[in-house]
């Protein structure tokens, strides 16, 4: 097989939005993209001592900057021009419908503070949301506030705290995190003023059972597990897990982000768990915007709702929709109510599937990436030989004794015309390659994507230089990212001279 | 597939579970098809009174302002939002390069070294920077002024309640002390008011604490800059420019700071950087700061944020320009201040800081309790303000843009001027 080169080097157009020349280098003075109204009341005194001499931002005419940032939008790599197999994020397709629904003024042009008499469509959707998310999580209450996952742990931690202060087990200072876990486990720990305990996972991938018991005491809060893990795989001692975790008066929070696997298969909250967030840009299909906007919402056990973040959609006796803050709520996120637009496009997916599409669609998820371990498993090493969910993660072992590292396999496969999966994560696994496919792709891409990694592993033995050089066929080869991280420039500057002052600022 | 993984069924694949909780029954509305999907959302939006079908002249952190059309066009290039975080740069320059655009633009209007490329939102943004002065200062006491729009205040308890951080709400920079890691303000205040920016920065100084600004960006467009004032870091929401409503969410935090507290800084932040052939290009960096690679270390565990709309920050401000986005301010200011004018005069109506500099935001004192006279406007489609009764006795604090031509002023003043009649 070669490479196909799908993403191949720019049309000149690309080329000219490259790197050099930002919008401030294109600017002509008295451009102008967009014009105004004109002033139709008497102009009021300035207070001109507060106001500014210069603003430098770019003159531009409206086509100028169309094509301008069209060009950039063609040096991404995105779900809609392929396939996307980056572990752990799940990029799946988003429909389309859920975008225009999105946008309909009733969703897009409401003010966050209008009364709620005159937001009841929106306000319904949320609660409906709350009870569909409880309804999946196997737990009692839903808070649409946390704008990410993380915004979510840090909730749902925060929830924990306040509810073992409430319970008269205050005092508890640590968290027990996984070594496999996402860094923002341990960061989110860490902004609620626990000290981060790491359990290591055990040979077979399951977390360490002698290691956890050893942890577990009075000091403990809370376990942080993500189900299933960032290996992929389902822990078969959850239910001893989360005995454990409660035998030892501590709380278990799921990390929701690999939901994909599970959503309809087993509700978490069945399972032990006390809180979970759910990462709604991977499960629920909404986009991933280029790093978001995402949501996190959260959900909890009937015992910590009065906890919950502000605001909380709830109904009243007659059937209208109201913003409460619970009770006891750990408080306010961010200005207003989550990250609604993006909710939207959550509630329309579920609406769209329900609960026999949901099981399918985690079905098709699991069956695809053990269908690429299968495939896979020859080739390259798997480090936890047994059945995956809805991700696979292989080693590039092998590969590395022969002088060929993982980040060499991920830029050759951009050569193929395909994004890299998730590499050097989890941790625990030496040059690890964290792949998920998702349910939305066919066979047919999943061959195409396991042929690419197949001629890899060939090319990492006949000619490792080939991968050693990659990507050719990008818009950029490979960039030096350590310079960028010693001599910082971060910002646009008017002259050259100022940029190397930057540089020599570091 | 199955006969290659080597199972019979599908279901073999999820024998780990524990069978007693397999395939529970889920109690979820029945599938849509695509277009009952959208009869029944759009059904559900009619529900709602948006802005535009009601006159609105609501702010308190968001209000009403015009998007252009590029804004949407671009947002809409599904490369850009079916994309993730650039882990990848030699593929992802379009989102990379974009978040450099953002991070320079928001230097430029806020005055300061350094931006990142992102927070969740204003208040987000503002409660990570009193986070982070804890940080650069090694004290504990966060210090802001009661001026501050309350729903900020709030995101800054909660964020400062994870560490026991304690929090001070104080009415003059003399309540400050050594303790302090940093005095917190808004310019223009929760009220429409302008500060003594510069003031409330020596002041905070003098203490050793760090100033922390949140400041409105659209007002940045005619107004000095918060680095004028000696702010160390900078926040503000982005919703004003080209980000729309949303009922609130979502927009984009701003975030800013000097150089020498780079290192403090949260979020993502993007550098320029060569490839092999010597070409620019950009990439995520100074990641050891972050979650990924410092863990429980991290300046904090934020991760996936808003880059879509830090992206259509980006191409709102390449669009309006410098004399566009002063155009947009001069038209919020100058409408704002006929609009307060007018209301004045109406007979029982106040300005709550008569006197004080605002931008297009202001505080009236209402003839009687301000939900009776929203009500009223309601009637006559009128969004007039919002209630803060329980911050000043019968106040409404109005906000006046780009949106609000002067025909819909005088609609404003006359339903008030009806309302201050009208009998309950």
Not at chain 1, 202 to 223: F, H, K, S
Request: proline residues 7%; charged residues 20%; aromatic residues 6%.
């Amino acid at each position: 097989m070669t490479a196909p080169a799908r993403l191949s080097a720019p049309p000149e157009a690309c080329r000219d939005a490259l790197g050099e020349r930002l919008t401030f280098d294109r600017s002509t003075p008295g451009k102008q993209g967009v014009l105004l109204p004109p002033l139709d009341v008497p102009e009021a005194a300035l207070p001109t001592d507060l106001l500014r001499d210069e603003l430098r931002l770019p003159e531009m005419s409206q086509l100028d900057v169309v094509r301008y940032f069209t060009a950039l939008s063609r040096l991404n790599y995105s779900i809609d021009t392929g396939f996307y197999p980056l572990g752990s994020c799940t990029m799946k397709y988003n429909p389309k419908v859920d975008e225009q629904i999105a946008a309909l003024p009733g969703f897009a042009q409401l003010h966050p503070l209008q009364p709620e008499e005159t937001a009841q469509g929106t306000l319904r959707l949320m609660y409906e949301l709350q009870e569909m998310l409880a309804e999946i999580t196997g737990l009692h209450t839903a808070s649409l506030a946390p704008m990410a996952g993380a915004q979510g742990e840090f909730a749902g931690l925060l929830v924990i705290k306040a509810a073992l202060e409430a319970s008269g087990r205050g005092g508890r200072t640590r968290v027990l995190v996984p070594d496999a876990a996402h860094g923002t486990n341990p960061a989110s720990a860490a902004m609620c003023g626990f000290e981060v305990v790491s359990i290591p996972t055990g040979a077979d991938g399951d977390i360490d059972l002698t290691a956890l018991d050893a942890a577990l005491d009075e000091r403990v809060a809370a376990l942080m597990l993500t189900l299933p893990s960032t290996l992929g795989l389902f822990d078969r001692n959850i239910l001893r897990v989360s005995r454990a975790v409660h035998a030892a008066g501590a709380l278990m929070y799921g990390d929701g982000a690999n939901l994909n696997a599970i959503a309809g298969q087993v509700r978490p909250g069945d399972l032990g768990f006390d809180v979970m967030h759910i990462n709604v840009h991977k499960t629920l299909a909404t986009p991933h915007g280029g790093g978001g906007p995402g949501a996190g919402p959260i959900a909890v056990t009937e015992a910590l709702a009065p906890f919950l973040p502000a605001p909380h959609v709830a109904r009243d006796a007659e059937g209208r929709y109201r913003l409460v803050t619970p009770e006891r709520s750990i408080g306010r996120l961010g200005a207003f109510h989550g990250n609604v637009g993006v909710l939207v496009r959550a509630y329309a997916y579920l609406r769209a599937l329900g609960a026999e599409g949901l099981r399918e669609m985690s079905t098709a998820a699991v069956v695809h990436a053990n269908y690429v371990q299968a495939r896979l498993r020859e080739a390259y090493a798997l480090p936890y030989d047994r059945r995956c969910m809805h991700e696979v993660v292989f080693s590039g072992s092998k590969q590395r004794a022969r002088g060929v590292r993982t980040l060499d396999i991920a830029k050759r496969l951009i050569d193929y015309g395909f994004h890299p999966p998730t590499i050097y994560f989890p941790l625990i696994v030496e040059e690890a390659l964290m792949i998920e496919p998702t349910e939305a792709e066919g066979k047919e891409s999943l061959d195409a994507f396991c042929d690419a990694m197949l001629a890899i592993a060939r090319e990492a033995e006949e000619a490792p230089e080939l991968l050693r050089q990659a990507p050719v066929s990008a818009p950029l080869r490979r960039l030096d990212e350590a310079t960028a991280a010693r001599r910082p420039v971060l910002r646009w500057r008017p002259d050259p001279r100022s940029e190397e002052r930057d540089r020599g600022g570091e | 597939m199955l006969a290659t993984i080597g199972v019979a069924d599908e279901s073999e694949l999820f024998a780990d579970i524990p069978a007693e909780y397999r395939n529970p029954t889920l109690r979820l509305p029945p599938p849509l098809a695509e277009a009952d999907l959208l009869r029944e959302l759009t059904a559900l939006a009619a529900m709602n009174r948006p802005v535009g079908e009601l006159v609105s002249f609501l702010g308190g952190g968001a209000a009403r302002h015009y998007v252009p059309g590029i804004v949407p066009a671009i947002l809409g290039r599904s490369e850009f939002y079916t994309a993730y975080t650039p882990y990848q740069p030699e593929i992802a320059q379009g989102t990379l390069q974009s978040a450099f655009e953002f991070q320079s633009m928001v230097c430029e209007l806020t005055g300061m070294d350094v931006a990142n490329a992102g927070m969740y939102d204003g208040a987000s943004a503002f409660a990570e920077a009193c986070l982070m002065a804890t940080a650069v200062t090694g004290r504990r006491r966060i210090a802001a002024l009661e001026t501050v729009e309350p729903r900020y205040l709030e995101a800054v308890r909660t964020y400062a309640s994870g560490r026991g951080l304690p929090v001070d709400r104080i009415a003059s920079p003399e309540e400050l002390t050594s303790a302090h890691a940093c005095l917190a303000i808004q310019q223009p205040n929760g009220y429409g008011c302008f500060e003594d920016g510069a003031q409330l920065g020596v002041a905070a100084h003098a203490v050793g604490a760090l100033y922390v600004v949140h400041t409105d960006p659209l007002a940045l467009g005619l107004f000095r800059p918060p680095a004028d004032d000696g702010a160390d870091i900078v926040t503000a929401d982005g919703q004003a420019l080209g980000v729309g409503l949303n009922f609130g969410g979502p927009s984009v935090g701003l975030f800013a700071c000097r150089e020498r507290f780079l290192r403090y800084m949260p979020g993502r932040i993007v550098g320029r950087t060569r490839d092999l052939d010597g070409r620019i290009g950009y990439v995520l960096t100074l990641q050891t700061r972050e979650q990924h690679i410092r863990r429980e270390r991290a300046t904090s565990n934020i991760c996936t944020a808003q880059q879509l709309l830090a992206l259509a920050v980006a191409v709102y401000l390449a669009a309006l320009g410098p004399r566009g986005l002063r155009q947009v301010a001069e038209l919020c200011y100058h409408r704002a201040h006929y609009a307060a004018e007018r209301i004045a005069a109406l007979p029982g109506y106040r300005l709550a800081f008569p006197g004080k500099t605002f931008f297009n935001q202001f505080a009236v004192v209402c003839p009687r309790p301000p939900r009776e006279v929203l009500a009223a406007a309601l009637r006559q489609n009128v969004l007039a303000g919002l209630d803060i009764s329980d911050r000043i006795a019968n106040g409404l604090l109005i906000c006046v843009t780009e949106m609000n031509p002067r025909a819909e002023i005088d609609l404003l003043v006359e339903t008030l001027g009806a309302a201050a009649e009208e009998r309950p």
